[in-house]
């Protein structure tokens, strides 16, 4: 069983920054892509950001050049920076991991980002 724990949300101004993490524990799993999600309200869960088993970096076109994922250095973490914030960005985010063997997906429990003036 794999758990994930959120930070790192809350509300800010447009233009601002905030900083999600991601921490995901557990035994017996190997991580093979790790994500972000996001849902506004009255609108579908979409793509952010993720971090594919080979290394490449996938953001959604909305975000590119604002946001940065990566994954801390030897930890299960995986960090969502987020940079000139805009209240379209408004959302609950959701990290997001798949692990082997399985493949089993897993998801945080999402964290309140507000951007407002």
């Known amino acids: 069983q794999v758990q994930l724990e959120e930070s790192g949300g809350g509300l800010v101004q447009p233009g601002g920054s905030l900083r999600l993490s991601c921490a995901a524990s557990?035994?017996?799993?190997?991580?093979?892509?790790m994500g972000w999600h996001r849902q506004a309200p009255g609108k579908q869960r979409e793509l952010v950001a993720v971090?594919?088993?080979?290394?490449?970096?996938i953001y959604s076109d909305s975000v590119k050049g604002r946001f940065t994922v990566l994954r801390e250095n030897g930890k299960n973490t995986v960090v969502l920076q987020m940079n000139s914030l805009k209240p379209e960005d408004t959302a609950v985010y959701y990290c997001?991991?798949?692990?082997?063997?399985?493949?089993?997906?897993?998801w945080g429990q999402g964290t309140q980002v507000t951007v407002s003036a």
């Open positions: 997001n991991i798949g692990t082997l063997p399985g493949p089993r997906r897993y």
């Open positions: 557990g035994s017996g799993f190997r991580i093979y892509d």
């Open positions: 971090i594919t088993s080979g290394g490449t970096l």
